[in-house]
């Protein structure tokens, strides 16, 4: 157990694509910038949040089972 280590992994080959929003969410979940749950994205987004609940292992995965044929 390390104190303050925070690990942002898992991206398979895809890391460079999501390091900007996983980048985002670390820095909210760090400085408190998380609102019941959601985080506001940046400018041109800025009218729009993500769900934390969205990278949540026990998520129900039926929700998204349209999102597997996705290319």
Do not use: K, W, Y
């Not at 985080?39 to 089972?65: N, Q």
């Amino acid at each position: 157990h390390q104190q303050n280590l925070i690990h942002a992994v898992g991206f398979s080959g895809h890391g460079l694509m999501h390091a900007p929003i996983t980048a985002l969410l670390v820095e909210a979940i760090l400085s408190g910038g998380i609102d019941h749950g959601h985080v506001r994205l940046p400018a041109p987004f800025e009218h729009a949040t993500i769900g934390l609940d969205t990278f949540d292992p026990g998520r129900a995965f039926e929700r998204s089972r349209r999102e597997m044929v996705v290319l």
